[in-house]
């Protein structure tokens, strides 16, 4: 079996304790699993899931909002999935390099690292400008309502500046640290980034939409239109005066992340249609931000360690999956079923702490292992494809994989979890 082999700065990794090593190590003998993704991601991914119970309790908050903002939840997944889209794809570029030795894992004097910061700020705001254009056009074929441009511009921009600047703090610490500690970065930034972009993105929108509220709407559309015109001269002066290395990864990777906007802008509908008769009032409105983000955060990991192999010439992925995508794949199915089951116990005990009803727990367990196993299966198979079309085609996988894979996610996520209560319903 081929096994990833990241390069170790000086300091050791002795991060996980020697038991819990030597555990998941037997473990991954016996099952014939990856004892990285096992030892590593395990514990990264269990954090990353209970975390994304705190998003779901402020979308159970959102209610009012929904009311008041007319076209917030259609607005909502693509601008949760654009921080995790394009800080993912920062930090797989990030981990790309570090294990090619192309880039120091430090801040100062880092010519490599400032290229990959402007680039990605201007992506993020470029495209947070066209979220709300996106969300409208595709609602208003289907017959949504929304609030005025200029407040879901608003609240767009403002959600993805001050989400933004938190994100690259998150996203750089983890991915430089984690690999100056001997951990590969391919295993733990993906699930700490999707986490970290839902729960911080949710509240930061309330907070945009409160003020959007409270402000008078001259204000609203000033300032909006103001922002809006600095990011289209600072999109130009980054083409026309910066180094070559900036203007490829804005170029590189603006068509993905904008296909990426409108697959998320999907979910958002989807949600908004399986509002009332499914989700609303109960638990299971909790857990969608961790059906979202879990599949995203496993299909990265899995796309991210492809990436990272097939530049280091390890591993050549061919069209049916080889025996390193199948372990990795059975591996982080397994995970996910034990992190499913611990979130539908989480969501029950969130879900009497804030009043909402909860299911009969045989009906929560089918739910939870239907729901893992369909977004472990789909995740990682997309994932897969996504890194071997990639290649084939000449294409940067570290670009590609985590914004499709992500917003995919968003809409199989929460498709996987209607279709789970759907077919539960049924059985019981």
């Given at each position: ?15 996980a ?51 008041l ?48 910061i ?14 709300p ?14 609030a ?36 590969d ?21 309330l907070?945009?939409?409160w ?5 008078p ?131 029950a ?10 299911p ?22 997309i ?18 994989v ?27």
């Open positions: 079996m081929a096994v990833l082999n990241i390069p170790r700065t000086s300091r050791s990794s002795s991060s304790p020697r038991p819990y090593r030597r555990v998941m190590g037997a473990l991954a003998g016996l099952l014939h699993l990856e004892p990285s993704i096992l030892r590593q991601s395990f514990i990264v991914l269990l954090i990353a899931a209970l975390l994304e119970l705190l998003p779901g309790y402020f979308l159970g908050s959102l209610e009012r909002y929904l009311i903002v007319p076209g917030l939840l259609v607005l909502l997944p693509p601008t949760v999935g654009l921080r995790g889209n394009t800080f993912g794809s920062l930090a797989s570029r990030l981990g790309s390099k570090l294990h090619l030795g192309t880039m120091r894992p430090y801040l100062k004097d880092n010519s490599e690292l400032a290229d990959q402007i680039a990605t700020m201007l992506q993020l705001m470029f495209l947070s400008s066209l979220l254009l996106v969300a409208m056009v595709i609602g208003r074929i289907i017959g949504l309502e929304f005025p441009f200029s407040t879901l511009l608003f609240i767009s921009l403002a959600a993805g500046l001050i989400s933004g600047l938190l994100m690259f703090a998150i996203s750089l610490g983890i991915t430089l640290i984690s690999f100056r500690k001997g951990w970065p391919d295993n733990v930034s993906s699930p700490i980034i999707a986490s970290s972009g839902d729960i911080l993105t949710i509240p930061i929108m907070i945009s939409a003020i959007a509220l409270n402000i709407e001259t204000a609203v559309r000033f300032t909006s239109l103001g922002v809006l015109g600095l990011i289209i001269i600072g999109s130009v002066l980054t083409m026309v005066r910066f180094r070559k290395e900036t203007r490829s990864i804005l170029i590189g990777t603006f068509p993905v992340a904008l296909t990426a906007i409108v697959i998320s802008t999907f979910s958002g509908i989807l949600l908004g249609a399986s509002f009332d008769p499914y989700l609303k009032g109960t638990m299971f409105l909790l857990l969608v931000p961790a059906f979202n983000g879990q599949g995203g955060a496993v299909g990265s990991i899995l796309g991210s360690r492809l990436s990272s192999a097939g530049y280091l010439g390890q591993d050549r992925l061919t069209i049916l999956p080889n025996e390193t995508g199948r372990s990795s794949a059975l591996t982080l199915w397994l995970i996910t079923l034990v992190l499913f089951l611990l979130l539908g116990a989480g969501g005990v969130l879900g009497m702490l804030t009043g909402v009803s909860i009969p727990v045989l009906f929560i367990l089918l739910t939870m292992i239907g729901g893992a196993t369909l977004v472990s299966l789909i995740s990682s198979t994932a897969y494809y996504i890194a071997y079309a990639s290649f084939r085609l000449g294409l940067d996988p570290d670009n590609m985590i914004p499709i894979l992500t917003s995919l996610m968003d809409v199989v996520g929460s498709g996987s979890l209607i279709l789970c209560i759907l077919a539960v319903g049924l059985i019981l």
